[in-house]
């Protein structure tokens, strides 16, 4: 049976019609802009372009960025398998494992240069969980062992060094040698020492390293969230990031989609958290 979508002018399209234009979309428009953003000189991609289309060659390379780029063209290689897609993969896999990843600390700097190098190494458990997330659909995608490896690195600092079993939730940010420090990140233009955003995307980088490596220690990890999200939320209120200007809506939808992802993996989501106050009091 194929689901039926209504858009805001209330025209039902089904999903099996849905599919080849969103395709189409995909591959003829979407992945090539990100494809023309491929810095061929330096690594990666620009670090910044404008709503003119103006490439910014001088700025700084986030992280997330980079790595929300190895995730798309891992996993469209996966879906489609398009040579061109594998090659920007690859591109962009050797720029976060050889410019962004801390081979002295771990974990991945926030940003480096148009070059290459460090420019705020600051560690976000927020931008980890985008490598994580990345790493493991590389390795998903071709294979590479080596891949594997960096996601497992990641996923022990996260799970490690990250959580904060006294309060039962995910730290948000430490110096390059991991040394906690107040989040810089405003949650609605204020600090926040813990953010929904954050855990959200730690269970979907969770979910997709576990796809990977299906050990009972990381289906207790996912399960672990999956009871943060279901029985603390509620009581966050302004600890939990919110944004404004309409993208909570994209937020929920995220959510949703992790939560799909994440629901089939642990053989026990019954976590529960007793012991633990609600996060942010």
Known sequence: MSAVLRGAGGDATTDRELRPAAETELRHRVLPFWLGLADREHGGIHGHVDADLVVDRAADKGAVRACRY?????????????????AAARHMYRFVTGRLLDAVHGGVFWSVDRTGAPADTDKHVYAQAFALYALSEYHRATGDRDALTRATEVYEVVTGVGFDPARGAYREQFDRAWTAKPNALPAEGRPAEITMNTHLHVLEALTAYHAVVPSPAVSERVAELVG????????????????????AATTTDAC??????????????????????????
Not at 70 to 86: E, I, K, Q, V
């Open 70 to 86: 190895l995730w798309t063209f891992s996993a469209a290689y996966r879906a489609f398998g398009d040579p061109s897609y594998l």
């Open 228 to 247: 943060i999200f279901r029985d603390r939320r509620p009581t966050c209120r302004c600890a939990w990031r919110r944004r404004a200007c309409g993208s």
């Open 256 to 281: 949703a989609w992790s939560w799909c992802r994440a629901a089939p993996r642990p053989a026990d989501h019954g976590v529960r958290h007793a012991g633990h106050p609600p996060i942010g009091r």
